[in-house]
């Protein structure tokens, strides 16, 4: 349990990123104290001039250990020639039973004309004028100039190692629905991150919680898993490159292959019905935005566009439609668009926040968290189009990111228990949830084999 008075040492760590609007760096919490100690981050910029998102917002870090989030800081506007302009940022943390927590950070951005380096005079002219010109009508890409992000110099600056793995495989053809499973409904694994390690991983195990298995074997943050439609492989998102984004494996963890490679943060990928495209979130944009591409990561499409939080896309059964949680009206809302982005639509309409949706299997229901009974998030159904809201768990905890059973007539669900998430089934009619996992280190964001 996490009691009493939490010792916490917040630092953030140096980090490089190549853009022309974009740098990340890295923040580090030091548990000190004797018991585990959950922490919720803020972080935020000092004017208006740069934003600044990190990720995760939340984790728990054992005593005696390090836990790790990313901050990302976008200023709001290139620049062509001229000095350096350097964008402070500050985190801070509130841990459960301590005191609040900040540090604060750097971001130094560079001229498009100085990323282009030491050229020739002519040369140099010539082609930033081309760069700036491109920028201008087409909105850029990475092609300038190099930003910093830089600790401030009472902070320490640990040497970190990470462990770099190379593999080889075939991606998923684009356009090739996938072969028909013969694995029975009742033997379909459920994937989850799991932290029971130490780190965040991917594990599979039965229906009813037995034989889990660390497939990842990985140290780094290895989350959100989504299982193709045939249920060989598994897309998941990863820090393991240095920066999140989204990965895809067979379904023993072999063949890793990373599709995304944007300097942003790419994540909460979702399969398509037929296994040819893959929808996920992004913050390449300089805010979580949702994308779609083919399962190979080619041809990257942005579906969403406004300065709000878009996030957690999910396909519905027959593939013509998603939906995915915002806060574009206020607060977190449940919306529907065409696959293309096209038609979208408030469904959930509720001054609540309402997020993480799931589409059932046959098409009609979509289940959700809420918090609109109340302070803690529970789990809710409702029809596709919004109709008739359903409360299905009445605990005292936290109940979230519902994902269905593949003949949609149960739904696994994180609970926080005892403040460690864990698993749990419910039958999709109402009734008493079924605890899955036990084992301390956090058990989460669970995705049924469809």
């Given at each position: 349990?996490?009691?009493?008075?939490?010792?916490?040492?917040?630092?953030?760590?140096?980090?490089?990123?190549?853009?022309?609007?974009?740098?990340?760096?890295?923040?580090?919490?030091?548990?000190?104290?004797?018991?585990?100690?959950?922490?919720?981050?803020?972080?935020?910029?000092?004017?208006?001039?740069?934003?600044?998102?990190?990720?995760?917002?939340?984790?728990?870090?054992?005593?005696?250990?390090?836990?790790?989030?990313?901050?990302?800081?976008?200023?709001?506007?290139?620049?062509?020639?001229?000095?350096?302009?350097?964008?402070?940022?500050?985190?801070?943390?509130?841990?459960?039973?301590?005191?609040?927590?900040?540090?604060?950070?750097?971001?130094?951005?560079?001229?498009?004309?100085?990323?282009?380096?030491?050229?020739?005079?002519?040369?140099?002219?010539?082609?930033?004028?081309?760069?700036?010109?491109?920028?201008?009508?087409?909105?850029?890409?990475?092609?300038?100039?190099?930003?910093?992000?830089?600790?401030?110099v009472t902070l320490p600056s640990p040497t970190t190692t990470i462990a770099e793995t190379t593999t080889t495989a075939t991606p998923v053809a684009s356009g090739q629905p996938p072969a028909p499973t013969t694995v029975p409904p009742d033997r379909r694994r459920i994937a989850f991150q799991s932290k029971r390690d130490g780190n965040y991983e991917i594990y599979t195990a039965a229906p009813d919680g037995s034989s889990p298995e660390n497939?990842?074997?990985?140290?780094?943050?290895?989350?959100?898993?989504?299982?193709?439609?045939?249920?060989?492989?598994?897309?998941?998102?990863?820090?393991?490159?240095?920066?999140?984004?989204?990965?895809?494996?067979?379904?023993?963890?072999?063949?890793?292959?990373?599709?995304?490679?944007?300097?942003?943060?790419?994540?909460?990928?979702?399969?398509?019905?037929?296994?040819?495209?893959?929808?996920?979130?992004?913050?390449?944009?300089?805010?979580?935005?949702?994308?779609?591409?083919?399962?190979?990561?080619?041809?990257?499409?942005?579906?969403?566009?406004?300065?709000?939080?878009?996030?957690?896309?999910?396909?519905?059964?027959?593939?013509?439609?998603?939906?995915?949680?915002?806060d574009r009206d206020g607060n977190y809302e449940i919306y529907v668009m065409n696959a293309d982005g096209s038609a979208q639509q408030d469904v959930s309409n509720n001054p609540a926040a309402d997020k993480d949706p799931a589409w059932a299997p046959n098409?009609?229901?979509?289940?959700?968290?809420?918090?609109?009974?109340?302070?803690?998030?529970?789990?809710?159904?409702?029809?596709?189009?919004?109709?008739?809201?359903?409360?299905?768990?009445?605990?005292?905890?936290?109940?979230?990111?519902?994902?269905?059973?593949?003949?949609?007539?149960?739904?696994?669900?994180?609970?926080?228990?005892?403040?460690?998430?864990?698993?749990?089934?419910?039958?999709?009619?109402?009734?008493?949830?079924?605890?899955?996992?036990?084992?301390?280190?956090?058990?989460?964001?669970?995705?049924?084999?469809?």
């Amino acid at each position: 349990d996490i009691v009493g008075q939490a010792e916490i040492a917040l630092r953030v760590l140096p980090g490089t990123a190549t853009g022309t609007v974009a740098g990340r760096a890295k923040v580090a919490v030091d548990n000190l104290g004797a018991a585990p100690a959950r922490v919720q981050f803020e972080a935020q910029a000092a004017d208006a001039a740069a934003r600044v998102d990190i990720a995760p917002d939340s984790i728990v870090v054992d005593p005696g250990a390090t836990g790790f989030a990313h901050v990302h800081v976008r200023p709001t506007a290139r620049f062509f020639a001229g000095a350096p302009r350097t964008h402070r940022y500050s985190v801070s943390i509130e841990p459960l039973g301590g005191a609040r927590v900040s540090a604060e950070g750097a971001m130094v951005q560079r001229s498009l004309l100085a990323g282009l380096g030491p050229r020739a005079a002519g040369a140099v002219v010539v082609v930033a004028l081309l760069v700036f010109a491109a920028v201008k009508l087409f909105g850029g890409g990475d092609g300038g100039a190099r930003v910093v992000t830089e600790p401030p110099v009472t902070l320490p600056s640990p040497t970190t190692t990470i462990a770099e793995t190379t593999t080889t495989a075939t991606p998923v053809a684009s356009g090739q629905p996938p072969a028909p499973t013969t694995v029975p409904p009742d033997r379909r694994r459920i994937a989850f991150q799991s932290k029971r390690d130490g780190n965040y991983e991917i594990y599979t195990a039965a229906p009813d919680g037995s034989s889990p298995e660390n497939i990842t074997k990985d140290p780094s943050h290895d989350g959100e898993p989504a299982w193709s439609p045939d249920h060989t492989k598994i897309a998941f998102d990863s820090d393991r490159g240095g920066n999140f984004d989204v990965y895809v494996m067979n379904a023993d963890g072999t063949n890793v292959v990373q599709l995304t490679h944007e300097p942003a943060p790419d994540g909460y990928p979702s399969w398509s019905p037929d296994g040819t495209k893959i929808a996920f979130t992004s913050f390449r944009d300089g805010n979580s935005e949702i994308y779609v591409m083919n399962a190979d990561g080619s041809d990257e499409r942005r579906l969403t566009k406004n300065l709000a939080d878009d996030s957690h896309p999910v396909w519905s059964p027959d593939g013509a439609r998603l939906a995915f949680h915002t806060d574009r009206d206020g607060n977190y809302e449940i919306y529907v668009m065409n696959a293309d982005g096209s038609a979208q639509q408030d469904v959930s309409n509720n001054p609540a926040a309402d997020k993480d949706p799931a589409w059932a299997p046959n098409g009609a229901r979509i289940a959700f968290d809420s918090t609109r009974d109340g302070a803690g998030a529970e789990l809710y159904l409702m029809g596709a189009d919004g109709s008739l809201p359903t409360r299905l768990t009445t605990n005292d905890v936290i109940d979230v990111w519902p994902s269905w059973s593949p003949d949609g007539t149960h739904l696994v669900f994180q609970s926080l228990v005892d403040l460690d998430p864990e698993l749990y089934t419910i039958p999709a009619g109402g009734g008493k949830p079924k605890r899955l996992t036990t084992t301390p280190g956090e058990d989460a964001e669970p995705a049924w084999a469809p």
